[in-house]
């Protein structure tokens, strides 16, 4: 498993090298129940390892492996394949523009392979996930620069288009656990509102899901982020939720 982010650091395979006696065992099989996780530094692990809100990004505070989705993954005894970068959104990256940063938010890399690289579409036959958990939307509201009209409208591009590429699988929007106040209601409202009009309109698997916001209590991490703690109540609070959703028991 890469633990790091991979837009500036991009992992390469070169192989084996095995003893002069030694061979190569076969691989194990892969768990049945198959998971995606959609999201921004909370799902990436930002500054998990960190325990002073004060400290900024670095490599060696950010461990996807002990982060809240492979946490909720080895719990529910799942594979899951990832696709997150910190400061993404859904229609605005952190500190962008009112008017959005179309060029560089989820609905435009969620198509790629690599991430900031337009060599190579990713194809989707390759992994269909049971149910596909999307944690997007902190980076969209948290500098006070936003239009929630334009924040719904991408919400539900982006879920037609996750929709388009995963025609079976149970869509789960999440939120939190980084939004307080008046953000998070808008980011709840607005959810919740993108999942009935789904129904509505014929889609049935689509669900929500809501952190517990963190507040300190389990520390922050880097640049407040969710703690390592804090990524283990997250994780308690998502599988017990997806263990019923799925009846993965």
């Known amino acids: 498993m890469y633990i790091i982010e991979g837009y500036e650091l991009k992992p390469s395979f070169w192989g084996f090298i095995l003893d002069k ?31 002073y809100e004060g400290d900024h990004f670095e490599y060696e505070t ?15 005894g799942a594979v899951a394949y990832v696709v997150a970068r910190s400061g993404i959104g859904v229609y605005r990256e952190y500190g962008g523009p009112k008017t959005g940063t179309p060029k560089n938010v989820m609905t435009t890399e969620y198509e790629y392979t690599n991430l900031y690289d337009r060599s190579e579409k ?29 924040f719904k409208q991408a919400w ?13 699988a149970k869509i789960v929007l999440l939120c939190g656990s980084m939004l307080l ?3 998070l209601e808008i980011a709840k409202n607005t959810l919740n509102e993108v999942v009935e ?5 014929g889609d049935k698997e689509v669900y929500r899901f809501d952190f517990t916001p963190h507040n300190g209590s389990l520390y922050y991490g ?6 390592y703690w804090q990524h283990q109540k997250m994780a308690g609070e998502l599988t017990a939720f997806l263990r019923t959703l799925m009846q993965w028991f």
């Open 62 to 76: 950010e461990n996807h492996y002990l982060g809240y989705a492979q946490q909720t993954t080895r719990a529910l």
């Open 122 to 150: 990713w194809d989707f036959s390759r992994y269909q996930p049971q149910v596909v958990c999307i944690n997007l939307g902190t980076n969209d509201l948290s500098t006070n620069n936003y239009d929630v009209k334009l």
């Open 222 to 227: 880097a640049d407040w982020h969710p703690s």
């Open 197 to 201: 009009e789904a129904k509505k309109d």
């Open 181 to 183: 106040g008046k953000e």
């Open 21 to 51: 006696d030694g061979t190569m065992l076969d691989a194990p099989a892969l768990p049945d129940r198959r998971i995606e996780f959609i999201g921004n530094s909370i799902t990436c692990a930002y500054g998990n390892e960190s325990t």
């Open 156 to 168: 539900k591009k982006f879920l037609s288009q996750v929709r388009q590429h995963n025609p079976n």
